[in-house]
């Protein structure tokens, strides 16, 4: 008698992802200068950016909730922006029992090449409610024309009036 089994050949890579995964959050714990409870929560972390384009827009939308407005720099540089920041953790925090930590704290770097389309001069940042939006506006030479495209009817036109005159 034949015994089929189900074969997953990705279940060994995950746990073992798992248990590196572990074995790298012991080492840090062990090893860090700073307080355990320190180094289970503050990482360098990559807040996301929604990246919308219009015929006179790039805008940048990034999720940087619970990140006071003064601790976010936007700059221009070398035809890229960089935007910095940090979620620092609350001094009352620290002295809770917490059982699961998901939010991230420390520093953040997100860099963007900006395309030669867009003006350096006119960047504009505006934060609310947790999102820092960023309108990057384009070169006026970059915007789009509509160009008025002629068509072979008005030739046809002409050679009727034409024709009626003679």
């Known amino acids: 008698m034949t015994v089929l089994a189900n074969w997953e050949p990705f279940r060994q890579y995950?746990?073992?992802?798992?248990?590196?995964?572990?074995m790298n959050r012991l080492f840090r714990e062990l090893f860090s200068s700073e307080a355990p409870e320190e180094a289970l929560t503050t990482t360098s972390f990559a807040p996301p950016v929604d990246i919308y384009e219009d015929e006179h827009n790039i805008t940048l939308k990034i999720e940087v909730a619970g990140i006071d407005e003064n601790d976010i720099d936007v700059r221009i540089d070398n035809n890229t922006l960089t935007v910095q920041g940090e979620r620092k953790i609350e001094k009352e925090e620290k002295e809770e029992n917490f059982r699961r930590v998901e939010?991230?704290?420390?520093?953040?770097?997100?860099?963007?090449?900006?395309?030669?389309?867009?003006?350096?001069?006119q960047v504009s940042a505006h934060y609310d409610k947790g999102v820092l939006n960023i309108n990057l506006a384009k070169k006026a030479e970059a915007k789009p024309k509509q160009i008025k495209v002629n068509v072979g009817r008005e030739k046809v036109?002409?050679?009727?009036?034409?024709?009626?005159?003679?």
């Open 157 to 166: 036109l002409e050679a009727k009036t034409q024709s009626k005159a003679a």
């Open 14 to 22: 995950s746990t073992m992802q798992d248990r590196t995964n572990r």
């Open 103 to 121: 939010r991230h704290y420390g520093s953040f770097t997100r860099s963007f090449t900006l395309p030669s389309s867009v003006d350096p001069a």
